[in-house]
């Protein structure tokens, strides 16, 4: 099973991206849905996870910018990144995590223009 990410782009500040992300098959024993960045010469870090009873974490970086959703009955998890600056810039993973380990897509650049 893969996971493939898409809606990465080039936008300009203050303006939004919606990134999905989808499994190629059926995934079993899914705990969490989450996005992680990595920013040149940075770190990957964690931007949003989900739940599956729905809770959400966030970034302080990216709280009441970004929201983070899964599609009901699907091996699916999206992230809405509204208001974006520059420093947003990075490549951006999803990541499930399940019962047997975790499962990493294979990332989507984001490019914010000052």
């Known amino acids: 099973v893969q996971l493939q990410a898409s809606g990465g782009g080039l936008v300009q500040a203050g303006g939004f991206l919606r990134l999905s992300c989808a499994a190629s098959?059926?995934?079993?024993?899914?705990?969490?849905r989450g996005w992680y960045r990595q920013a040149p010469g940075k770190q990957r870090e964690l931007v949003a996870v989900?739940?599956?009873?729905?809770?959400?974490n966030y970034a302080d970086s990216v709280k009441g910018r970004f929201t983070i959703s899964r599609d009901s009955g699907k091996n699916t998890v999206n992230l809405q990144m509204n208001s974006l600056k520059p420093e947003d810039t990075a490549v951006y993973y999803c990541?499930?995590?399940?019962?047997?380990?975790?499962?990493w897509g294979q990332g989507t650049l984001v490019t914010v223009s000052s």
């Open positions: 989900i739940s599956n009873g729905g809770s959400t």
């Open positions: 098959g059926s995934i079993f024993g899914i705990t969490a």
């Open positions: 990541k499930f995590h399940t019962i047997s380990g975790d499962l």
